[in-house]
T-cell receptor
């Protein structure tokens, strides 16, 4: 997770609340990704961005939103529309070849 | 739909033995396949990438094979050590997108 930071490490959400997960990178990578990981399941892609000011939905985008205003930053907002938000959220970057991905340390989101 | 399958049961082996993990995929033609290691509560770490035109790749005690006919990859750790205990994720990919398996947990006992 060297050049990728995610904060906070743990986040608690109340009913009806939107929360934002931070992801910052200093690897100078254009591509950034958000995944969700649930116990016993593979990582599922929420959103990804190949370049600043552009992003695409992944496989499970409903209830989430993102922005990519700076190359270094790709914040993820979990909205109140996401009914089952409890999971481990991972941010990743992709190198110029768009093959290998580099992951941050993750944020664990819990619902109060 | 695309499906990636890894052994869901944990693999327990004795230190010094070779661990072999399996990854099968269906409805997919990846250009490459990657293996990642994930420790509890942490993000995955890249280990190896093998391309569709490569049969085998090695890195230190790690070896990966890729059979596009069988749609299968095998991941071997030789002379395993307790420090190799972790969950290993298989991730076939194409044009910048990876599809991750659920991972196989390896436990190496001293």
């Amino acid at each position: 997770d060297g050049g990728i930071t995610q904060s906070p490490k743990y986040l608690f959400r109340k009913e009806g609340q939107n929360v934002t997960l931070s992801c910052e990178q200093n690897l100078n990578h254009d591509a950034m990704y958000w995944y969700r990981q649930d116990p016993g399941q593979g990582l599922r892609l929420i959103y990804y961005s190949q370049i600043v000011n552009d992003f695409q939905k992944g496989d499970i985008a409903e209830g989430y939103s993102v922005s990519r205003e700076k190359k270094e930053s790709f914040p993820l907002t979990v909205t109140s529309a996401q009914k089952n938000p409890t999971a481990f959220y991972l941010c990743a970057t992709g190198d110029d070849k768009r093959e290998t991905q580099y992951f941050g340390p993750g944020t664990r989101l819990l619902v109060l | 739909s695309q499906k990636i399958e890894q052994n869901s049961e944990a693999l327990n082996i004795q230190e010094g033995k070779t661990a072999t993990l399996t990854c099968n995929y269906t409805n997919y033609s990846p250009a490459y396949l990657q293996w990642y290691r994930q420790d509890p509560g942490r993000g995955p770490v890249f280990l190896l990438l093998i391309r569709e035109n490569e049969k085998e790749k090695r890195k230190e005690r790690l070896k990966v094979t890729f059979d596009t006919t069988l749609k299968q990859s095998l991941f071997h750790i030789t002379a395993s050590q307790p420090a190799d205990s972790a969950t290993y994720l298989c991730a076939p990919g194409n044009t910048g997108k990876l599809i991750f398996g659920q991972g196989t947990t390896l436990q190496v006992k001293p």
